[in-house]
């Protein structure tokens, strides 16, 4: 994958649901090299996609209808890795990296630390497992990693701070593995673009959440420091209403 690249990632929230919800137009349009999604909720490849010209690589949880990764690339990956080796975490289908020659394309879904914190300790174990997991691929080729981390990082990347300080997603371990990770030299190339607050990635179904842009930015694109001057943008797909995320892009030169 050289050139001009265009990529987005999307938590669709459930493939099929999404479909209905403008998702075929994104991959219609052509205007991808490669469309990466989280929590499909699916373990085959929907009908509508089969025939939209991508290379299709499916990645389903083992319990039905939860979690689960797609990646669609106009390039065939060269190898593609299910997992970071570790089963309690790869049965929930949680990172998906793709070989694209020029550099590895890592699809992930965090876990969600829950409400109570109660898979917290869980949450915090990936963090550094998949953290370690890009280090190894790194010593290879430089990395992309895109989905949803499920923390927002810093009080900009949340609209109501002080209310959500602690909460699952805002805790201070959370945050702290974020900055950690980013010092081993990953960028958060919608920051390169976009110092000010109010710019967010998901929002509560309940209370007109997303009417009231009251949300968090919690999916993102992270380049390894390697391909931090080939970066040529990064967006968040705000209005494009097919789940309680919204898809993010980012342009690579």
Known sequence: MGGHVRLLSWNVNGIRSALRNGLANLVDSGDFDA???QEIRADVMPPELAGSGYVKTIYPSKRKGYSG???LTKESPKRAIY???MEKFDSEARALALDMGRFYLVNAYFPNARHGLTRLDFKLEFDKRFARFLEGLREDKPVIACGDFNVAHADIDIARPRDNIGNAGFTMQERKWMTCFVGLGYTDTFRMFVKDR????WWAYRANARERNIGWRIDYFFVS?????AVKGASI???FKGSDHAPITLELS
Do not use: V, W
């Open 69 to 71: 990764l797609m990646a």
């Open 198 to 201: 109010g710019h967010y990635t």
């Open 83 to 85: 997992g970071i080796g």
């Open 225 to 229: 420091d390697e391909l931090r001057q």
């Open 237 to 239: 797909l705000s209005s």
């Open 35 to 37: 469309l990466l999604f």
